[in-house]
């Protein structure tokens, strides 16, 4: 048998390389490379004679490789996972945070962007946010959820 038919039988009924997968091994990684910066600096600062800076460094050395280990090891065991049914919903679940993430940024940025031309608000009666152009006095806001009808100095 060749080795990607042995590796696709091993991985038949196994969760496999999902975007939690993904962004777990990304992560991972990431966090040995700091652990491995933090070792440098730290033997750095001891060079010069600085302990407490140089402690600090080779605690987050620590801290960083322990959590890097653990994440690829979950991620790992993610992959080679049979509760196949679990792993999509736990997938699911990061997909929904994730894209929760990206639109609170995406809005954020729309709001500074617009600061100059526009006020942001809550409607008061359901917290809808709103938006109003600036400079206008007071207005009569109507919220586009709940039609609650409120005035709003712009
Ligand atoms: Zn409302």
């Known amino acids: 048998m060749r080795f990607r038919e042995k590796l696709y039988r091993f991985m038949q009924g ?12 990304k992560v991972g990684f990431i ?6 910066v933090f070792t440098f600096v730290s033997a750095l600062l001891r060079g010069r004679g600085l302990e407490t800076a140089s402690t600090v460094f080779r605690i987050l050395n620590y801290v960083f490789y322990g959590f ?7 991620w790992i065991w993610r992959v080679f996972s049979r509760n196949v049914s679990k792993r999509q919903a736990e997938n699911t679940r990061f997909l929904y945070r994730k894209q929760r993430i990206s639109r609170s940024i995406a809005s954020r940025k729309q709001k500074w962007r617009d600061r100059k031309t526009h006020k942001y608000f809550r409607c008061p009666k359901c917290g809808q946010k709103l938006r109003a152009p600036r400079g206008k006095g007071k207005i009569r806001v109507t919220c586009s959820k709940c039609s609650n009808v409120f005035l709003k100095k712009t």
Do not use: K, M, P, S
């Open 14 to 25: 196994r969760n496999g390389v999902d975007e939690l997968a993904r962004f777990e091994n």
């Open 31 to 36: 966090a040995l490379i700091a652990a491995l």
């Open 68 to 74: 890097g280990i653990l994440l690829l090891i979950h």
